[in-house]
C-alpha cells in the first residue's frame, strides 16, 4: 500500500542560507494574470513573516525554518481558509480534524532532528540543511507537516487512518512531488514495521499510552516524539519525548499541547 510521491525534485534550498524571499515551489498561477500571481507574492510574503515569526519564538534550526519558508501551508487547507494558512492556528482540514500549528510543526521538528540519530555527522547538530535518516509520521491528515518532514530527513513514511484524508493527502502533495514521502493507508497504532528502524517516530494525534510498537521501531539514537494524555487530567494532553539509547529508553515529558485523538482501526 506504499506509494512514492512520483518522481525527485531537486532542492533548490539545500545550501542557501534562509531565503529572504522564497519564490513559490509549485507556480500555478499563469504570469499572464497578474492578479493570481500578485495574490501568489502576497502568500509568499505571508510565509516569510511566518517564518521570521516563528524564528523569534526561538526556532533555532535553520533546516527547520528553511523547510517552513519552502512547503506552501495554503495548498493543503481549504481555500476558504487561505488567507489565515500563514497565521499561527491549528485549522480544519475536514473529517473533525485539523492541521497542526505551524509553531507546533517546527517544535516537533526541531526535536526530531535533534536525535543523535539523524544529526548529520562532522556538522553542529541539526542545522545541516539535509539531515540523513528515515522517520515515521503517525497521522498523515492533509500532508503537511509530512512535506516539511519530507524536507528535512532522508525518507518519510507517514501513516493515515481516515481513508479520505490519505486521498486528500495524496492529492494535496502530488504536485510537490516528493519522491522520499511514502503515504501509507493504516493503523498508526502498529506503527509501520516495513519501513522500520526509524531515527525518528512523530505521532499527530494524542493517546492515553504510547503502543510498545513504537518503541520496538526506534533505532539506537532515535527519537520519538507524541502527544500524550496526562493521567486523571480529563483529557489534558503533554509532549513526550522518548530517545533510544544503547542502555535503554529515556522518557522526557515537555511542554502542554492540544492535539486530536490517536484512535485505533482503518475507518
Ligand atoms: N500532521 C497532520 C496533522 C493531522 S491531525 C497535518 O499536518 O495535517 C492528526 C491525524 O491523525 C488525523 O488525520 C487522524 O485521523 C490521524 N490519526 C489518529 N489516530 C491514528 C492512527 N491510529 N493511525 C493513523 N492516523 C491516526
Known amino acids: 500500500m506504499v506509494a512514492p510521491m512520483a518522481a525527485p525534485e531537486a532542492d533548490r534550498s539545500a545550501r542557501s542560507p534562509l531565503p529572504t524571499v522564497v519564490a513559490d515551489s509549485m507556480p500555478m498561477v499563469s504570469t499572464q494574470d497578474s492578479a493570481l500571481a500578485e495574490h501568489a507574492g502576497d502568500r509568499a510574503k505571508a510565509r516569510m513573516r511566518m517564518v521570521e515569526r516563528l524564528q523569534a519564538q526561538g526556532v533555532a534550526s535553520i533546516a527547520v525554518l528553511r523547510a517552513m519558508a519552502t512547503v506552501e501551508r495554503h495548498r493543503f487547507v481549504d481555500p476558504g481558509l487561505g488567507s489565515q494558512a500563514y497565521e499561527d492556528l491549528s485549522l480544519p482540514i475536514g473529517w473533525e480534524q485539523t492541521i497542526s500549528r505551524p509553531a507546533t510543526v517546527a517544535r516537533m521538528a526541531e526535536l526530531l532532528l535533534d536525535a543523535p540519530a539523524l544529526r548529520l555527522e562532522g556538522t553542529a547538530g541539526a542545522s545541516a540543511a539535509a539531515v540523513a535518516g528515515r522517520v515515521l509520521e503517525i497521522g498523515t491528515g492533509c500532508g503537511y507537516q509530512a512535506a516539511v518532514l519530507s524536507r528535512l530527513v532522508r525518507e518519510v513514511y507517514s501513516v493515515e487512518r481516515l481513508r479520505a484524508l490519505h486521498e486528500k493527502a495524496r492529492a494535496n502533495l502530488r504536485p510537490f512531488r516528493l519522491a522520499n514521502l511514502h503515504l501509507i493507508l493504516g493503523d498508526g497504532l502498529l506503527g509501520y514495521a516495513d519501513g522500520a528502524p526509524y531515527a525518528g517516530i512523530l505521532v499527530a494525534a494524542g493517546g492515553e ?59
Open 209 to 267: 499510552t504510547i503502543p510498545d510498537a513504537w518503541c520496538q521501531q526506534l533505532s539506537v539514537g532515535g527519537r520519538l516524539v507524541a502527544p500524550i494524555v496526562v493521567p486523571g487530567s480529563q483529557g489534558l494532553q503533554q509532549l513526550l519525548m522518548i530517545e533510544r539509547t544503547t542502555s535503554g529508553l529515556k522518557r522526557s515529558f515537555l511542554e502542554q499541547v492540544h492535539f486530536v485523538p490517536l484512535k485505533s482501526g482503518i475507518a
